[in-house]
Structures are given as C-alpha cells and as structure tokens.
C-alpha cells in the first residue's frame, strides 16, 4: 500500500465516526430495525468518503498509466501488461472512429435493436440495483465501440416512480447524454401493446423532433411512448429467457430483442418467461448448450454479457466466436473451486454476488480500461464502496 492510500484509509477510519457524529438527523426512525440503522449509518459513511476516495483512485490509475506507457515504449512489459496497453489502445481507436464515422453519418448500424426491461426495480436489493447500474453503463460502452453497433436501445421502467432506486443510481451516470438509447417510464407491457397495435408516434414524424436541453430535468428525456429511432412498429419483439424452449440460431434485423434487467441471484425462476407469455411475446434462448460444450460456470449471464454476446455476433455472425469474445475465458476452465453460499448453494470461486452478479474479474477489466472509459471506471467505484463499507 502506498503512503497517499495508507493517510487515507488513516483518515477514513478517524473521520468516519465524526462523519456520523456532525451527520445531521432527526433521531431514529421507530420504522428502522437496529441493522437497518447501522446500513443507514454506514452508507452515509460511504457518501462523505466517496470524493476522496475517487481522487485517490484517480491519482493510482494515471500512476498506473504512465508506469505501462513507460514499460511499453521500453519493451520491459509481461505479457498480460502489454495485452492491456494494446487492448487500450485498440478501444480507444475504435472509440475515435465510432465518433467519427457518427459524426459523418457513416456508421454502419444494425436494423435490429435491444430493449432493456427495467420493471423488477422491487425484486432486486440495494446491492443488486448497484451492480444493474454498472451492467447498463457496460452494456452502453459495449454499443458505443462495437464496429456494427444496434440502431436502437430502448430501456422500459424507468422513471422516479417506476424504478425509484435505480433511478437515483443512475443519476450519477449521465445516461441522458447516451447516444442511441432511449428511456420510457412506460412498461415492456405498453411497448408490446404499441408494436402489436401500431398506435405510437414513430420517431421518424416531425411531431417527434424535437430539441432537448441537456440541462432540463431528467424526466424530460423520457421519451414513451414515441418509438426510438429506426425502431418501427414493423419490428418483433423477442423477450431472451434462459428457460425459453425455442432456442435463437441467428439474429434478424426485423427483431428487436428484450433483456430482463434484473439482478437476482437466481431467486425468482421462470420469470422473464412467464412475464413474456403474459404480454403474448414469443421468447428464446441464446444457443449456449449447441456452441459452447463446456460452461462448469452458471448459464444464467449478467445483462451485460448478454448484450455483449449479441453484438459480437451481429459483427461476427458466428455463435462460437460471439460467446468466446464475449464471455470471460474463465468461466471456461474445468475444475473451477466452489463455495457454500448462505442457503447452501454451491457458488463458483470468486463469484461475489451469486447467479447474476458482476465478477470480481470484470470488474478488474474496466479498472484497467478506465482511462479510455471514465464512466466504466465511476460505476465500478460506487459498487466497490458499497461492498466494502
């Protein structure tokens, strides 16, 4: 540990009982539980540290950057350090060009696209709604830099009374400024309806055009029920479910393709089917048992890894080449050590948060792309905070 990380850890350990200390309050809610208090107590912790603990961050990763740069250009690297200073380098074209070929009206989109379906805001917890705020930043990274991206992301649920926490999380991330996604208080239910009944505003009509002020309020940028663009009532809706019996073998652009955002691990089975056959959607699954012989991991993937599968294929078209690109290799190496989990579950080794949570190792991976990605560096530090406090 180095002596700027030791005076603040130093800090934070004496700072942290006058935080709660000068912490304004009203006294004990008489609603609150004694370990509902001490969250409460802890989180407001969290909260007062986050700046310094950020900027801490932030001096460690330019450190960090210039130490590869330097072992770069003298050729002194490990492999696995070269492969990151490549890796960089390759996301950072790729970003450039992205940009540029946005600018010019040159990117070459994908006539399909990808819904989000934020409507389990009150199955998930506290932690779960952290680690859906940093799959949805990852998901959004993953769009912006892909050769062919999707034309259209649509995320359904959102809004401060749909999905209150997670709305509040996200608040941080800037997600109105997100190019090519679009964001309904409405449900994946009324966007059914919409498709099926063909009574929405398509976004292509002059009643939808319409300038939107960065600095208005966030519910100004939601923009149900009016279609996103290039998204036509034409399109069919497909929800993925993993208990889906029909199984995906390749991907049409006449489809748009619904990911349940949902961080459960792995309580509620079933749900995004029976949810689907509901709302009358057809559902199915990623072919993951016919091109990948060996998962010893779950198959249960975060949205994320979803996401990243689909695009990978849209750029590839090649099942097994999508799942290697864009699942992390290690989930598929035999022999992998478990653990018991709390209702005792077997829970592969370094897989912190169960069926559908965010991997330990991934979450190194955005560190080390931090600097070519700002928000994938923020959202990983708010679930690091959370976690560790």
Same mark, same amino acid.
């Given at each position: ?195 099926? =009944? !063909?009574? *929405? /505003? %398509? ?12 600095? @208005?309020?966030? #519910? ?122 709390? =209702? !005792?579950? *077997? /829970? %592969? ?12 190792? @991934?979450?190194? #991976? ?24």
């Amino acid at each position: 540990m180095s002596e700027d990380e030791e005076a603040f850890y130093n800090q934070a350990q004496t700072g942290s009982s006058s935080v709660s200390q000068n912490a304004p309050t009203d006294g004990p809610s008489p609603h609150l539980s004694k370990s509902a208090m001490k969250r409460a107590a802890r989180q407001a912790r969290v909260e007062a540290l986050r700046p310094q603990k950020r900027a801490l961050e932030k001096a460690r990763r330019k450190e960090r950057a210039q130490q590869l740069a330097q072992g770069y250009a003298a050729g002194t690297l490990t492999a696995e350090e070269k492969a990151i200073v490549e890796n960089r380098k390759a996301m950072e074209k790729a970003r450039k060009s992205s940009k540029r070929k946005a600018g010019e009206g040159k990117l070459d989109f994908w006539g399909g696209g990808v819904v989000v379906d934020l409507g389990f805001d009150k199955l998930m917890t506290d932690q779960e709604i952290t680690s859906m705020t940093s799959q949805l930043g990852y998901l959004y990274s993953a769009n912006r830099t892909a050769a062919k991206p999707f034309a259209s992301i649509l995320h359904t649920s959102f809004s401060s009374i749909a999905s209150p926490r997670l709305w509040e999380k996200m608040s941080k991330s800037a997600w109105t400024r997100w190019i090519n996604c679009s964001w309904w208080a409405e449900d994946v239910g009324e966007l059914a309806k919409v498709m099926r =009944d !063909g009574k *929405a /505003i %398509d976004s292509s009509t002059e009643e939808s055009e319409k300038e939107v002020d960065d600095n @208005d309020v966030p #519910e100004n940028h939601l923009s149900g029920p009016r279609l996103p663009p290039r998204l036509t009532k034409e399109h069919k809706l497909v929800y993925l479910s993993a208990d889906a019996e029909e199984e995906l073998s390749t991907l049409a652009e006449d489809e748009v393709y619904i990911i349940g955002g949902i961080v459960d691990r792995n309580r509620y089975k079933n749900l995004c089917q029976e949810k689907a056959q509901k709302l009358g959607i057809r559902t199915a699954r990623l072919p993951i048992d016919t091109y990948i012989a060996h998962l010893p991991t779950r198959k249960v993937l975060t949205v994320n890894q979803v996401f990243s599968i689909l695009v990978e294929y849209v750029t590839r078209q090649n099942w097994s080449e999508a799942f290697n690109a864009a699942i992390p290799p290690r989930k598929f190496e035999p022999g992998r050590k478990k653990r018991k989990g709390k =209702d !005792g579950s *077997a /829970i %592969d080794e370094g897989d912190t948060k169960g069926q559908e949570g965010i991997e330990e190792d @991934d979450h190194q #991976e955005v560190d080390e792309k931090a600097e070519l990605d700002p928000f994938a560096n923020e959202i990983k530090l708010e679930e690091e905070e959370l976690v560790n406090a």
